[in-house]
Every structure is written in C-alpha cells, then in structure tokens.
C-alpha cells in the first residue's frame, strides 16, 4: 500500500492593461512543494514479468511562471503571446537500488518526466475586412517545447530534445457568419519529435525501445454551413 501523496500550492498574480488597453496581459508566479509523491516504478521479474507499483518515493519543489499578453497594434493586427518556465527538482526519491539491493535515496539520478523548462507559443493573426463579401484572417504560429525526459530516468534513446513546431491557418467568413473556410497547415517543417515511448531492455522483452511521435506536416481543408 502507500499513503495519500499531499502538496501546498501557492501563487501570486496580476492581470492588466496598458497603452489604453492596447496591449492585456495576465502573469503568474507559483510553487508546489510535494511530500510522500506518489511514483510508478517497473521492475524486470524472470522468466518474463513485468511488475509495476506505487511508492511513496517522494518529496518535490516545483516553482514557475506564466504569461499570456496581445498587443493590438492595428484594428487589424492583433499578436498573441504565451509564455512559461518550470524548475521541478526532486528533493528526496527514495527507491529500489538493483545494484546495492537496498532502498536508497536517488534523487540526484532522477527528473521529473514530461516536464520542459521553458514553453511558449506566438501567434500573428491578421484580418482583412472585405465588406459583404466576408472576411480573411491569416494565422502564422510557432510553439516551443524544452528538452523532455520520457521517464524518471534518462533514456538518451527515447528522450526528448527541444524543438519547434510551426502553423498557419487562412480562414475566410461569409459576412453574415453562416459559411466558413478554413485552409490549416500543422507541423510545416516536418519536425520528427516524439510524444511518448517505452523502454524494455534485455533478453526477455526482445531488448525492445518504442517510441511515439507527434504527426508529421498536415493540411487539413474544412467547409462549415450554419442553418
């Protein structure tokens, strides 16, 4: 069994407006600090088992910051920030050592999984007004992602580096908003990143690493009728 894993969470923020609500943003500071975290562990049993458990492995400090602003620099041009950073750390993960036999603290060998420092994501959305015959608007985006570790441990061949992913939509509305088109590109530069995997050494798994990747260069044509 294990017990409840408990954390306190505190944040602090502001939200506002400058130049005459031209530009909005809202920003936040936070921190967690876990204890008793609950971890999910594998071990290899032979001849062939796979045995997964949770521990109270766990203590942990969590801190970062956020930002969302836009700046409307012309009726027509209206740029999207977003923005955040993340320093996740393990103070204590106290765990099975294959190599001493022993439960041992090894939190400097550990990372927290799935968790980037730094993300952000800009949008550049411009529209053009074309009286009664609708509306365009062009939206070029490009995100962020930080290097990423699968699990606790590092696994070179299944970790994740940074990288970035860039989109673009063009989408016309009828002027009495009752038909849409809409013309979307997703990942343009082909970026081959992986969202996922798995990591089975040795002779009884077939010595297997599987990994699962985002999609790769998409255009998606969409036509919406409201009745």
């Known amino acids: 069994g294990y017990q409840p894993e408990l ?4 944040e602090i923020g502001l939200k506002g407006s400058l130049l005459d609500r031209r530009i909005n943003f809202a920003t936040a500071l936070f921190k967690s600090d876990y204890t008793d975290q609950q971890i999910t562990s594998q071990f290899f049993i032979p001849p062939a088992s796979v045995v997964s458990f949770v ?5 942990s400090e969590i801190w970062g910051w956020e930002l969302e602003a836009s700046a409307r620099l012309t009726d027509s041009f209206v740029p999207r920030l977003t923005l955040g950073y ?8 106290v765990t099975f050592n294959p190599l001493t036999g022993q439960r041992e603290n090894m939190a400097d060998q550990r990372a927290f999984q799935n968790t980037p ?3 952000a994501n800009i949008a550049l959305p411009y529209s053009f007004d074309m009286g009664d015959r609708g509306s365009l608007i062009f939206t070029p985006m490009a995100s962020y992602r930080g290097a990423t570790q699968m699990f606790e441990t590092a696994i070179p061949l299944l970790d994740q580096g940074a990288y970035w992913l860039y989109d673009a939509t063009l989408m016309w509305t009828a002027q009495d908003d009752r038909y849409r088109v809409s013309l979307a590109g997703r990942n343009l530069s082909d970026e081959r ?4 995997g798995y990591n089975f050494p040795g002779a009884i798994t077939g010595d297997s690493v599987i990994g699962f990747y985002g999609a790769p260069r998409t255009v998606t044509l969409s036509v919406t009728a409201s009745f």
């Open 55 to 59: 521990d109270n492995a766990g203590s």
């Open 86 to 93: 993340l320093d996740a750390k393990f103070n204590e993960f």
């Open 7 to 10: 954390v306190d969470t505190y």
């Open 117 to 119: 420092d730094w993300t």
């Open 193 to 196: 990143y992986r969202a996922g």
